[in-house]
């Protein structure tokens, strides 16, 4: 059996004991600093409001699972969950239409929640300010988690069962040998472990570091208070630490409430942030207890002044008593508000668990459990990989700057396009000046900036033909969005556009091993003559999407690969790893070409009379036939030309070396200018795409999907045998699978919905928005969306967006060019 040790017995660990010895795993250990009785982590002062309902469908079931979890562990009768029900009010307008799309993600995932008028709220919640609510959202199922009680309760069931705790042992090192994680070095000595998982909270940094892996999370205080008794609730909870009335969400002002028997606990976000180093705060005691623990900090009072104030507004009741006991707690925030999950990209054996609040912990711990037992979790966790950011966002800088943002923004309304005003500028590609020139309108990912549409196209709206032109949007979808899109989309279709398709992650694969590694590996089939390109997918070993690539072989032992997030380098490169150790004569190696490399994306009709003038290389339709690659040069540039699409027009991928990009944009540019060449962005090329039916992957597709549900079974190779996943492919088809990605069009013709948002059939929820755009070609607006198999084209279907419901038609896909006329043309 594998020896397993864990680091950090909080609520994240010992939920992970648990989880793994219910699937069978004997040989665990787990290490904590603290004694086991009260580690001292932020676990042991949690207060445990858990709201399940989050943008994010994975955060929103690890959730639903703590839930479900806690209130199977019982002691005495009690269980480690009470359930109260949580209600977020309203108290400003923006609030109260948040809480509408609110409940859309909670329908959506299957979490049933009511939206309450103001008297509602009043009725379960008669503490509140009338004058001051305007409604809310109310979920039944959240709660309190008794953390610190569930724990001693795991750690009981988990010893029972075999496992060894070691309490007030420091770990001090993590040893490895070929890239292998091989041991926990603690003060008392080397455990030695195959496998190794930091569960180690907000002291996640430091753990990483013994091992060499940047974990990036920043520590920051956030204060929580008691009241002393409140009058009003006198003889209301019989238990010390109970409560009756439901958890309290007050946004607006950054505040969250419970009851503490008589008196109250108040949270507070709306304080400056207050970042922690925690390798600074010492070594913890061999006696914790409530009031000395690392993870507490002294009251800082005059932060929570405002707080108090704005408390005793909304819960009028609370005038009657004080403030009689405050800390400022520690825990973790991330760039990106979301936990840490997952193997090391690049020390094997080594996972974090990390950056998890109470709420998520069991659903982490489950998925980190399954991952190791079965190689995938349930859920798709590519928004939690710890491996999904860019090298540039693991500096100490960036996790600052970006943690400290998330923590200001904790509660606030963020609109899904939102993009951070800072940092900013860190990736730029080589056209940027041009782009800055032409007035592009930026958005960032990953780190670049990347063009959404260009004020320079604002005169084309005067020309734009009466069907091409862009309907009004709602103030929420028309955010982040101009009316110069449908224009670009127009001169896509009819003319010829230039995208900047520098962002798009470019790996190379190269060696004797290579067409070994990526036969083993994709769905398709790879092994074609130089030129040959495929798109294909990447495999979990149950059938779901890990990813999509586009493989160009460009030499017998060279491949260009197109793919997507970090975690596709850190998994190739593990493979190719793996693959020379064990057979040296297949040595094969990955490297990221992305930064390297730049890329234009020249499509549309009109793209091959652009071409034509600066290159004398062969663009016809027989010279570089649709999907197939070659070397050519442009205006003197060398460049790699592929001829594929995003938005479903003639036109190639042309790649080249970063040092020509500037002066290939303007060869292109020149050349264009007679044939009515554009600079078009992002916006275009999101709803061009939708039109064409191109899935992305993320959002179209994850693990949670199989080529089949994603209507890609046409990426699989017929015949194809052995690659990851085949096995659980075998016995599935079009037919067997119960749901499946389909393509809805808009009846009215304009209203828009932007993802995630709950889709009905027959007035029952049944599936959720994917992707979504105004399809510009069609005049309508496009919804992508999994619904089950049943459902026929024409039917009739709902979507709920801000609470009102949108009248839809499921569409046969594509919706534009389905017989791949113009790709071919
Ligand atoms: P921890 O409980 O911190 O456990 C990590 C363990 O690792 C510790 O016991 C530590 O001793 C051990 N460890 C670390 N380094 C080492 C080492 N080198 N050697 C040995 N052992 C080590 N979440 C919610 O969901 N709802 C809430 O209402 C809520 N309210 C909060 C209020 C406050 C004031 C704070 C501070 C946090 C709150 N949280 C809440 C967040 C929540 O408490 C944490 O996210 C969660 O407890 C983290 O659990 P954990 O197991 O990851 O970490």
């Given at each position: 059996a594998p020896r397993v040790v864990i680091i950090g017995a909080g609520i994240v660990g010992t939920n992970l004991v648990d989880e793994l010895v219910s699937r069978g795993w004997t040989d665990i250990t787990v290490v904590d600093q603290g004694p086991l009785d009260v580690p001292g982590g932020s676990t042991s002062h949690a207060p445990g409001l858990v709201f399940q309902t989050n943008a994010s469908k994975t955060l929103s079931l690890?959730?639903?699972?703590?839930v479900e979890k806690l209130l199977s562990l019982e002691k005495g009768g009690q269980s480690c969950f009470n359930q109260v029900g949580g209600l977020e009010v309203a108290t400003t307008p923006e609030r109260l239409?948040?809480?509408?799309?609110?409940?859309?993600?909670?329908?959506?995932?299957?979490?049933?929640?009511?939206?309450?008028?103001?008297?509602e709220c009043l009725e379960i919640y008669p503490l509140l300010n009338k004058d001051l609510v305007l409604g809310g959202l109310h979920s039944p199922s959240d709660g309190l988690a008794l953390a610190a009680c569930a724990v001693q309760l795991l750690i009981t069931r988990t010893r029972d069962a075999g496992v060894r705790y070691l309490g007030s042992t420091l770990v001090t090192g993590i040893e490895q040998a070929d890239g292998h994680v091989t041991g926990v070095a603690t003060r008392d000595g080397t455990l030695p472990a195959d496998i190794v998982i930091s569960c180690a909270g907000f002291w996640g940094v430091e753990v990483g570091a013994m091992a060499g892996v940047r974990v990036p999370l920043l520590p920051m205080a956030h204060q929580y208070v008691k009241?002393?008794?409140?009058?009003?609730?006198?003889?209301?909870?019989?238990?010390?630490?109970?409560?009756?009335?439901?958890?309290?969400?007050?946004?607006?002002?950054?505040?969250?409430?419970?009851?503490?028997?008589?008196?109250?606990?108040?949270?507070?976000?709306?304080?400056?942030?207050?970042?922690?180093?925690?390798?600074?705060?010492?070594?913890?005691?061999?006696?914790?207890?409530?009031?000395?623990?690392?993870?507490?900090?002294?009251?800082?009072?005059?932060?929570?002044?405002?707080?108090?104030?704005?408390?005793?507004?909304?819960?009028?009741?609370?005038?009657?008593?004080?403030?009689a006991e405050g800390f400022n707690g520690i825990l973790s925030f991330t760039p990106d508000g979301r936990p840490l999950v997952g193997q090391s990209p690049t020390l094997d054996g080594f996972y974090v668990a990390e950056a998890v609040w109470v709420t998520h912990s069991a659903g982490v711990a489950r998925a980190v459990a399954e991952i190791l037992t079965t190689g995938r979790s349930e859920l798709d966790l590519s928004g939690c990989e710890l491996s999904r950011f860019e090298q540039v966002q693991l500096t100490p800088a960036y996790v600052s700057e970006t943690s400290q943002l998330d923590f200001v923004e904790v509660y606030d309304i963020l609109h899904p396009f939102q993009p951070r005003e800072s940092p900013r500028n860190l990736r730029l590609s080589p056209f940027h000046a041009r782009q800055r020139e032409l007035g592009a309108f930026f958005l960032e990912a990953g780190g670049w900036e990347r063009p959404e549409w260009y004020e320079a196209n604002a005169e084309l709206l005067n020309h734009l033909p009466a069907r091409w032109l862009p309907v009004e949007r709602d103030a929420w979808s028309a955010r982040y969005y101009s009316p110069i899109v449908a224009a670009e989309a127009w001169k896509t279709r009819t003319a010829s556009a230039m995208y900047d398709m520098t962002s798009l992650?470019?790996?190379?694969?190269?060696?004797?091993?290579?067409?070994?590694?990526?036969?083993?590996l994709t769905t398709g089939d790879v092994s074609g003559k130089p030129g040959a390109i495929t798109y294909t997918l990447l495999l979990d070993n149950h059938g779901g999407i890990r990813s999509d690539l586009t493989v160009a072989r460009l030499l017998e032992d060279l491949f260009q690969v197109g793919a997507n997030g970090p975690a596709d380098l850190a998994y190739l490169a593990r493979e190719a790893r793996k693959q020379t150790a064990a057979t040296p004569d297949l040595f094969v190696q990955v490297r990221d070409i992305t930064g390297g490399t730049c890329c234009i994306g020249l499509w549309g009709p009109r793209s091959r009379d652009v071409i034509a003038a600066v290159s004398t290389d062969d663009f016809t339709s027989q010279g570089l036939p649709y999907l197939r690659a070659k070397r050519a040069t442009i205006a003197g540039i060398p460049v790699t030309a592929m001829s594929l699409s995003w938005v479903g027009e003639l036109g190639w991928e042309i790649h080249a070396s970063a040092e020509y990009g500037l002066h290939l944009w303007d060869a292109l540019w020149q050349a264009g200018q007679p044939h009515g060449v554009i600079a078009a962005g992002r916006g275009a090329l999101y709803a061009l795409r939708l039109e064409k039916g191109l899935r992305f992957w993320g959002t179209d597709m994850t693990t949670e999907h199989d080529?089949?549900?994603?209507g890609l079974e046409f990426a699989v190779q017929e015949g194809k045998e052995g690659y990851v996943g085949h096995a659980a492919l075998k016995r599935r088809s079009r037919v067997t699978a119960t749901r499946r990605l389909r393509c809805l069009t808009v009846d009215d013709g304009r209203s828009m919905v932007l993802g995630k948002e709950p889709v009905y059939i027959d007035r029952r929820p049944v599936g959720y928005v994917t992707s979504a755009a105004f399809g510009y070609a069609i005049g309508k607006p496009i919804a992508y969306a999994y619904l089950p198999n049943t459902v026929a084209e024409g039917d009739a279907a709902e979507i709920e967006y801000f609470g009102r419901l949108i009248h839809a038609t499921v569409a046969a896909e594509p919706l534009y060019d389905p017989q791949m006329r113009r790709l071919r043309a």
């Open positions: 690890f959730a639903r699972y703590t239409e948040d809480l509408k799309r609110k409940h859309g993600y909670a329908t959506s995932w299957g979490i049933e929640t009511r939206l309450m008028s103001a008297d009241t002393t008794a409140v009058p009003a609730q006198e003889g209301r909870n019989p238990l010390p630490n109970g409560a009756r009335l439901p958890i309290l969400r007050y946004q607006d002002q950054d505040l969250y409430y419970r009851e503490h028997g008589e008196r109250y606990g108040i949270g507070y976000y709306g304080h400056r942030p207050m970042p922690v180093v925690a390798a600074s705060l010492g070594t913890t005691p061999k006696h914790v207890d409530e009031q000395n623990m690392p993870s507490r900090l002294k009251f800082t009072p005059e932060d929570f002044e405002p707080a108090w104030k704005l408390s005793q507004e909304l819960l009028p009741a609370l005038q009657q008593s004080k403030i992650r470019r790996l190379e694969v190269s060696g004797p091993g290579a067409v070994y590694l990526l036969t083993r080529p089949y549900e994603a």
